[in-house]
T-cell receptor
Framework: NAGVTQTPKFRVLKTGQSMTLLCAQD?????MYWYRQDPGMGLRLIHY???????AKGEVPDGYNVSRLKKQNFLLGLESAAPSQTSVYFC?????????????FGPGTRLTVT | DAKTTQPNSMESNEEEPVHLPCNHS???????IHWYRQLPSQGPEYVIH???SNVNNRMASLAIAEDRKSSTLILHRATLRDAAVYYC????????????FGGGTRLMVKP
């Protein structure tokens, strides 16, 4: 059981470039989330999904797009990267049923935009 | 969203108990209290959660004040591996599984 995995682990982009971060989970979780964490700060929710084919905006969605074509995968896209998007990105997943509250997090992707 | 207030940092000695406080004076009756921790260079991990009663699990204990306006995460014997940022989070019952992270408390454990 790999849990939540993220690809890539590190990436450096130039301003204006695009990229896609991949999150995969093997726990059959319905919910998936993308967060960003800036230095010395807590995590902020970017987008989330409550099931295959659905996505919704979180607290800081601007500049990002997401897709959930398969239940086990949640993709985060940056169409035109900006230095303000330099951050560590975490993916998480959880069950949706009442009583299953725990979110499981991936190891993170460290993104630098120059 | 109801907010939480935690000290920025705390220090503890190894093998001693640690009490991490959290104030949440605007908590509503249906907000759950969650604790996550984030070890250096890792994603957060779930520690414990509760609603009204004190809770124990293999990692920690959660003591909730009778008026629910504060709570305390208790690590019974701190180890060096417990050095992390601890987040106290309120989760609204009607917000699904959404979590809103604050700044957390950085726990330093001295050998």
């Amino acid at each position: 059981n790999a849990g939540v995995t993220q690809t890539p682990k590190f990436r450096v982009l130039k301003t204006g470039q695009s990229m896609t971060l991949l999150c995969a989970q093997d726990m059959n979780h319905e919910y998936m989330y993308w967060y960003r964490q800036d230095p010395g700060m807590g995590l902020r929710l970017i987008h989330y999904s409550v099931g295959e084919g659905t996505t919704a905006k979180g607290e800081v969605p601007d500049g990002y797009n997401v897709s959930r074509l398969k239940k086990q995968n949640f993709l985060l896209g940056l169409e035109s990267a900006a230095p303000s998007q330099t951050s560590v990105y975490f993916c998480a997943s959880s069950y949706s049923v009442s009583g299953s509250y725990e979110q499981y997090f991936g190891p993170g992707t460290r993104l630098t935009v120059t | 969203d109801a907010k939480t207030t935690q000290p920025n940092s705390m220090e503890s000695n190894e093998e001693e108990p640690v009490h991490l406080p959290c104030n949440h004076s605007t908590i509503s009756g249906t907000d759950y209290i969650h604790w996550y921790r984030q070890l250096p260079s890792q994603g957060p991990e779930y520690v414990i959660h509760g609603l009204t009663s004190n809770v124990n699990n293999r990692m920690a204990s959660l003591a909730i004040a009778e008026d629910r306006k504060s709570s305390t995460l208790i690590l019974h014997r701190a180890t060096l591996r417990d050095a992390a940022v601890y987040y106290c989070i309120l989760r609204a019952i009607n917000a699904g599984n959404m979590l809103t992270f604050g700044g957390g408390t950085r726990l330093m454990v001295k050998p």
